[in-house]
């Protein structure tokens, strides 16, 4: 019944009515923490973060999918922990951050190849509304080498790596590769 709340908040999300949702969500994160049950309570703060996406409240709706990535990684449910990342992306390019958004759906991606499984068309829909300030502001080149350095990040350290950790000295850097040659550097430095 828990889970099923949560579902039917994400329905109203979805259907364009995310602040009738709100409630919903909450009760259903309330209830699974009285149970325990830390994967309904993932699935919930998901939900809630896409509410508060649609609402314009960046801030919370990236806090909600830190959480969200956080719990559903304790659980080890692969297709929640891409769900997670694909709205951690959007949150975070929400907030600004069109670097970072650009790592988080290449990891993303990543999630979804190693499951296998592609994403559900609302997410996909959801991805390419929230990514297109960051695909205009960074460009269609930068963007795809953030992305392709998102999709060959060192699984072991991806999560860690999407809320915030620094990469280990023996994990391979998350820093994206240059776009530029390195005339093309020396040439911009001048």
Do not use: C
């Amino acid at each position: 019944a828990v889970f099923s709340l949560a579902d039917a908040a994400i329905a109203a999300t979805i259907a364009g009515r995310p602040e009738l949702a709100l409630a919903d969500f909450n009760q259903s994160i309330r209830e699974a923490q009285a149970i325990g049950d830390t994967w309904t309570e993932s699935h919930a703060l998901w939900g809630l973060g896409l509410a508060q996406l649609a609402l314009g409240a960046a801030p919370e709706a990236k806090a909600a999918m830190q959480r969200a990535l956080e719990l559903i990684t304790r659980v080890g449910d692969a297709t929640g922990q891409a769900l997670a990342l694909e709205g951690l992306a959007v949150a975070v390019a929400a907030n600004d951050d069109y670097e970072r958004a650009a790592w988080l759906t290449g990891l993303a991606d990543g999630f979804w190849a190693a499951i296998p499984a592609s994403p559900p068309a609302p997410v996909i829909a959801i991805r390419d509304s929230g990514l297109a300030d960051a695909r205009r502001s960074l460009g269609e080149r930068r963007f795809q080498a953030l992305v392709a350095t998102g999709r060959t990040t060192d699984v072991s350290q991806a999560v860690a790596q999407a809320l915030g950790a620094r990469p280990s000295a023996e994990t391979p850097s998350s820093e994206p590769a240059p776009i530029l040659s390195r005339r093309e550097q020396e040439v911009a430095a001048l």
